[in-house]
């Protein structure tokens, strides 16, 4: 019953997906085993079931994964209380860790260049999941625009709008919230390389005969990132690639712990907080809903969106490429 009611708020596949997990997670400690979850009855959920339940759950998990999962049953105890299933909502009740609240960690331009150089090695690849073009888009597509791996996943052709200065991404964000992300010369001539690649890969999927227009050659609902099978890309694929690209740079041990994707978000915030652009600059880059967690990566005042946006360093690593013959 409450799954059904996320469900009509229509969350990402991946929050869905976070529902059911901590869900299971718990609601297999009230009635001892996974394969009785659906045995679970109101009644069962209680002050002292929840705290023991908790107290094993966090026995293998991190903090950070504590609180979500707290926070997952804190709404669907407060579901059932308003639907006048259990008498209280016991959360409140359930003790939770703290989180530090420090600065998320981001990667050093020498980080960058290793995991680039890396990627670049694949191009001599036989390897049909290995596609050098499309990893270094993905990356600086993280690193420049600051994009979640749910928004790499989402993200069409046509969400890319060229203009004088560079072009402009449309981001279907976090909780259905848009946001246009200006991005220079640079990136939109790496997703132009990437594209070139993927249309020599894929003949046939361009609405064009010439594989050397660019955007324009291609759909504008097309998906921007693909697999090696030519079809939508998805979250795994996105953070195992990532992943591989620090494990083959040896830098498995000094990534952001706990991040992939994200550490590569992070980078792209701290970096124009170093250029000392204004914490609301920062909030409508990010998508973020509340001006408190953009602060954590502001130190100063900035300017205006695009100004903003071109200030970041990592652009350097844009012109390292040759680009294809077209």
Not at 152 to 171: C, F, P, Q, W
């Amino acid at each position: 019953m409450f799954l059904a009611d996320r469900a009509t708020r229509k969350p990402s596949p991946h929050t869905a997906n976070a529902y059911r997990q901590d869900f299971a997670a718990i609601a297999a400690q009230l009635v001892g085993a996974a394969d009785r979850i659906c045995e679970l009855r109101p009644h069962q959920i209680t002050k002292n079931a929840m705290r023991a339940a908790f107290a094993v759950y966090a026995e293998s998990h991190e903090p950070a994964s504590i609180r979500r999962c707290w926070s997952t049953w804190n709404t669907v105890c407060t579901f059932l209380f308003a639907n006048e299933q259990i008498p209280m909502n016991p959360m409140p009740l359930i003790g939770r860790p703290k989180i530090a609240k420090t600065l998320p960690k981001a990667i050093d331009g020498d980080t960058v260049a290793q995991l680039l150089a890396v990627i670049a090695a694949d191009a001599d690849s036989r390897r049909r999941s290995d596609w050098a073009e499309r990893d270094r888009a993905l990356l600086l597509s993280a690193l420049l625009a600051g994009l979640r791996a749910d928004e790499l996943v989402r993200s069409n052709i046509g969400d890319i709008r060229l203009t004088e200065a560079g072009g402009v991404i449309n981001v279907r964000g976090k909780g259905g919230k848009d946001r246009r992300i200006p991005v220079e010369p640079g990136l939109i001539g790496v997703l132009e390389d990437y594209l070139h690649s993927r249309a020599l890969r894929f003949p046939g999927t361009t609405k064009r005969r010439s594989v050397n227009e660019g955007l324009a050659a291609w759909p504008t609902n097309a998906p921007l990132f693909v697999g090696s099978d030519g079809e939508r890309i998805t979250r795994g694929i996105v953070q195992s690639r990532v992943l591989r690209a620090y494990k083959k740079a040896g830098l498995n041990g000094q990534r952001p712990r706990g991040a992939l994707v994200h550490g590569l978000r992070h980078t792209y915030a701290t970096e124009l907080a170093n250029a000392d652009v204004s914490v609301y600059t920062l909030m409508k880059l990010l998508g973020h809903e509340s001006m408190a967690t953009s602060q954590r990566y502001v130190a100063g005042a900035g300017t205006e969106n695009r100004d903003a946006a071109a200030k970041n360093p990592l652009y350097q690593f844009t012109d390292e490429q040759p680009r294809p013959d077209r």
